[in-house]
Structure formats: structure tokens, C-alpha cells
């Protein structure tokens, strides 16, 4: 068999980093796939996450739509796999979250639960994963990554990967499928589809002006730890807990208020009339990713298999992350010196 040419290898290179990044990211670095639950935890997932973030990505790109629809079109994601694949936002018997039984639920919906892992899939599973890959890929930023007969058969797949999913693993189309609201599948679908109707008729992103400095690369990573603190530790460990801690109402509220605060803050941080590029988008990431990892040693004490084992494979992500980030970091820093020297050499003297 003849081997793939090395031309034909950097085109595909992207999309292969996204398709493995975004379970690794959503589910690894989290704790929900730990270490002693490797290889084969990750490859039941990698067409639904990695063939979920690459539809995303090619969408929000081919179409020129602003960094928002990541996160918007990331929802969407979140309802599919959360709410259509494993049912978990309405089956109070969900293996792992059945300790929240009825808390929060109502007109067939865990809307406590709904309200933290779909916005949190959003995220971590979809919009992280695809700012990253395009990071260690700054020339493909703006371009597609794969041909529109590759994204069908990407879509195949994530469909393909979706039902074997629910009929393996929960037991849907089976006689042993959990009873859960055929009302609220619907109206999840619904959502769904008006998402995704909305990001194809939705318009291109409009130009930066850049007329205001961007702010400190301090200050965004600090946005993003913050971010992800309230989320992981306030709303999910402190607030919502083992469903005991607080009444739902309350919690859905103040979840409300941290989302909205973080989408405030970014939003601001990043408004089209300031400076940004690749080194405030790192910022951004860097200090929400290592936020994820830390709740991470939480869900992987729980997540079946050794608990010693997945605990001290959470501490061997955390020093691949690291590592990581701090490559990624150096290639940008790079990357912006060479930048002003190329500039400083053409600018008249």
C-alpha cells in the first residue's frame, strides 16, 4: 500500500488534530475517560465529539460567521449528545447522576444538570478544541479543512457513531431503553434544528475595527481561570453538589448569573473594537483548560476502573497540558517576534 504523501499529510493534518483533540479535551482531560478506562473508552466516543467539533468548525468557517456560533452551534452539540445520544438530561436513572433522581427535573428535563454539562460541552468539548487546532494551525485558520464529500462522510460518521452510542451503551431502540419523555426528545431536537437553521442563514462576521488596545494577556487569562472556577467548583461542586446543597430553583438562577458573567466578561474582553489575536486567544484557553483538569481529579475518582490508577493518570494529563500550553505559547511568542521584525525591515527607516 502506498504511503500518503507529505502533501496530502499537512492538508489532513488539521482536521485529524481536531478529530482526537476534542474527546481528549471533553471527556480525557475531564476525568469522564480516565486512564485505567484507555484506549478503548476514548474510541466509543471519538466519531461523536471529534466528527461533532470538525462540523462545527467547517460551518462557523465556510460561512465567515463570528467566533460566537462555536459556542452556539457547541449547544447544539451538547443537546445531541447529553440529550438525544445517552438521554442523560432526562433519564433520572443516568448511571452516575442518578444520586440527583427528580432534583431539578420537571416536564421531563434535568434542567440543573442540563444547565451545566451542555454549556460546558459547549465549550470545552467544541469551541476549546477548534481555537487550539487552529492555533497550531494559524494558515489554515480561515480555510477548510476537508472537502465538502469529506464532511458528508463526517457526518456519516458522527450520525453512525451517535446511534451505536445510545444502542450500546443505554440501550435505546431496545426493550431495555430507559423510559424518559418522548416530549422533551422532541423539543430538544426542535432546538436543535433552530440552532443549526439559525447558524446557516445567520450573516458573515462582521470586520474589527480595532480601534482600542487589546487587554492584558493577564487579564484575559485571568477571565478564563475565573470563568472556569465559578463554573466547575462554584455551580458544580459548591452549588449544585450531590443535589442537597441548595434548592434547584436557586441553582439555576445563580447558574444563569455565572454564564452570564462569563459570557460578559469575554465578550467585553474581546469586543470587535479591541485588539486581539492569537496571543489573547491563548490567553483565553490557557487559563480556562487547566479549570477543567482540576475538577477532572473529581470526576475520575468516580468514573469506574482503579481509582489510584485514574488519579494518577489525571496528574499525567495535567503535566501533558502543561507542557503543552507552554509549547504552544513559545511557538506564539514566536511567532509575534517574527512578525515585528518582518515588519520593523519593511517600514522605511
Known sequence: MACMKPDALRRFAPAATLFLLAPLVGEVLFGAIPLSRLPFGLLGVIGLYGGGALLVRETVRRRRLAAVWLVLLGLAYGLIEEGLVVQSLFDQRYPGLDFLGYYGHWLGVSWVWLEFIVPYHAVFSIAIPIVVTELLFPDRRDTPWVSSRALLAVALLFVANGVLLARFQIGLFTSHAPRTSL???VSTALVVVALIVAALSASPRRARTADEPAATRRT???AGMLSGLAWFVGLRVLL?????NAPAAVILVAGAI???AAWWSV??????RRAWGDAQTFALVSGALPTSWLLGFVIAAVSGGNVVVNLVGQVLFGVVLFRGLSRLRARITRGED????SLAIASPS
Open 183 to 185: 416530549g422533551a426528545n
Open 258 to 260: 455565572i454564564a452570564a
Open 267 to 272: 465578550a467585553r474582553l474581546s469586543s470587535p
Open 220 to 222: 484575559i487569562t485571568l
Open 338 to 341: 517574527h512578525s515585528i521584525t
Open 240 to 244: 449544585i453538589g450531590d443535589g442537597k
